[in-house]
């Protein structure tokens, strides 16, 4: 028999949502400069992806970003900085520079996937803007397994009356419609990324309380629970002990899906404008900013809705490659098809 190998799209998962990760955690190391920097909105704002500008630096403290700096000398003014900047050619006297070089000025900055209408670079925001939806993908996920775990469990062993009342509660909260309960939570709560986190996870913990509920009270019936009942363990311990870890499979593949559809459901939110405000960064809210200039910034919506779309299927693929290998049943029709390979063929009779 084989070992057991991670199926295809478990690897694909943990590659996508890894590199997402490791993306949002680095952030202020990958990112070459401040989240607000706005150093020449004007000369700055919507610049293609590749846009490599000269950065001046005036002696008043302010900076000046140019398509072409060159050095001239013994001109009429004396010697300066002609600048190519907006179509237009301006000259500078030197003693207003502050980072001269022999050839022009020593500072530039590369706009790797463009600059959005404030002249922001767009890379920067996308790694900012990273941590953010991601935090609040993971820890509103926190929160509602928190919250299905407990109340599922709850419901599973708190007897008749404690379940009716628990899942009806349940049941009342699945038929309220979801999009106008988020829209009515956002309305009356301030914006922001704790509020985020608290409607997102007080909303959506439902599925996992179900599910949760219905694995602890098949494995109630288990010989092990009753055994673990016959000695005398209390319903806490035995849920601990011995529910709740033979439980742990559906429930980790039921949350490792719904990070994702978190995270597609906080950026849907900051698109509409209820969700995070401007300027904190989100991909939700900087796809919004992009709709109003497609025509004349088309990447400043592409980069954050293609980085959403990977997080997302990495997301998914992750959570159905953790099905396929942490289902005992997919293990038993493996080793069933391999002890049926490995035997010998049956020659038919002479």
Known sequence: MSSKRLPGSLRWGIGMTGLVLLAALAAPLLAPYSLSEQLDPVAARYRPPGTVLQAVHLADGRWRLADRVERIADGLEGNGLVLERLGRREILPEAQVLNLTAGGVADRRVFLLGTDKFGRDLWTR???????????????????????????????????????????????????????????????????????ILILGSVTWTGICRLTRAEVRGLARREFAVAARAIGQTPIKILLRHLLPNALTPILIRATLLIGNLILLESSLSFLGLGIQAPTPTWGNMIAEGREALSQGWWIATFPGAALAVTVIGFNLLADGLRDFLDPRLDLARLDLETRSDRPAMLPPS
């Open 126 to 196: 996308m790694l900012y803007g990273a941590r953010v939806s991601l935090a609040v993908g993971m820890l509103s996920m926190a929160l509602a397994l928190t919250l299905g775990v407990a109340v599922g469990s709850a419901a599973a062993l708190g007897g008749p009356l404690a379940d009716a009342l628990l899942m009806r509660t349940v049941d009342a909260i699945i038929s309220f419609p979801f999009l106008f309960l988020m829209i009515l939570l956002s309305a009356l709560f301030a914006p922001g990324t704790g509020a985020m």
